[in-house]
């Protein structure tokens, strides 16, 4: 039987040892929601959950593909992004370059699948 949300924020709470005022103080909300959270009472909004995530260092939205896709694909022009601000900083070909483009292309690989990629839908690093 799956966890209900509720559940997962206290189980992730409880594994990352925090008490309800400490995860409050880290997501910047009053401690009455994280109690009412975690207690059913109501769900937190989006941006309040993404925060959660972030502190309690886990994922607790159940993603549909679509979601997924999105993220993903946000997260590719986020690293991009990066790797712009970077490119004062660093060398052409230096480890961190490497490792930022490695990472955009597993998540372009995993987005689009070799049969849907085209090269107008492809997306490349900006010039």
Same mark, same amino acid.
């Given at each position: 039987m799956e966890k209900s949300l509720a559940q997962r924020i206290h189980d992730a709470r409880m594994q990352k040892n925090l008490t309800q +005022? %400490?995860?409050a103080r880290e997501v910047g909300v009053k401690i009455s929601s994280i109690h009412a959270w %975690?207690? $059913?009472? +109501?769900k937190p909004k989006q941006s309040n959950l993404y925060a959660l995530e972030r502190a309690l260092g886990v994922v607790l939205r159940d993603w549909n593909e679509h979601e997924k896709r999105a993220a993903k694909g946000q997260a590719i022009f986020q690293i991009l992004d990066v790797l712009d601000l970077l490119r004062g900083c660093?060398? %052409? $070909?230096s480890p961190i370059e490497t490792h930022l483009k490695e990472a955009a292309s597993l998540l372009e690989a995993d987005i689009f699948n070799s049969s849907e990629v085209n090269d107008r839908a492809k997306i490349t690093e900006p010039s």
């Open positions: +005022r %400490e995860l %975690e207690h $059913g009472r +109501r660093i060398s %052409e $070909g």
